[in-house]
């Protein structure tokens, strides 16, 4: 099967930049492809940023500019790099793989990792 593990999460300063990864392990023969989420209490979970299996990317309007999704695929690892971080952006942000798992594909969400932006 396969798990992803999300690392980077933390507090940081309005303006301030954060990196988070998610590092993917199990058995799996490829990633299909790659998306980052967040979810604030009392809100439905949104999508921030997604990578094709052929390497492009879309991204939420009110992040453009702002964030860059990418991945090592060495290391089955996907990035979300943050910078010129807002309050606004305060979420749990959760890591998204669809991977081909046997015959067929699974999707796979990671444990969440908490982003708070706050002075």
């Known amino acids: 099967q396969v798990q992803l593990v999300e690392s980077g999460g933390g507090l940081v300063q309005p303006g301030g930049s954060l990196r988070l990864s998610c590092a993917a392990s199990?058995?799996?023969?490829?990633?299909?492809?790659m998306g980052w989420f967040r979810q604030t209490p009392g809100k439905q979970r949104e999508l921030v940023a997604t990578?094709?299996?052929?390497?492009?990317?879309s991204y939420r309007d009110s992040v453009k500019g702002r964030f860059t999704i990418s991945r090592d695929n060495a290391k089955n690892t996907a990035f979300l790099q943050m910078n010129s971080l807002k309050p606004e952006d305060t979420a749990v942000y959760y890591c998204?793989?669809?991977?081909?798992?046997?015959?067929?594909?699974?999707?796979?969400w990671g444990q969440g990792t908490l982003v708070t932006v706050s002075s």
């Open positions: 990578m094709t299996r052929g390497g492009n990317t």
């Open positions: 199990g058995s799996f023969s490829s990633i299909n492809g």
């Open positions: 998204q793989v669809v991977a081909a798992v046997g015959s067929g594909y699974r999707q796979v």
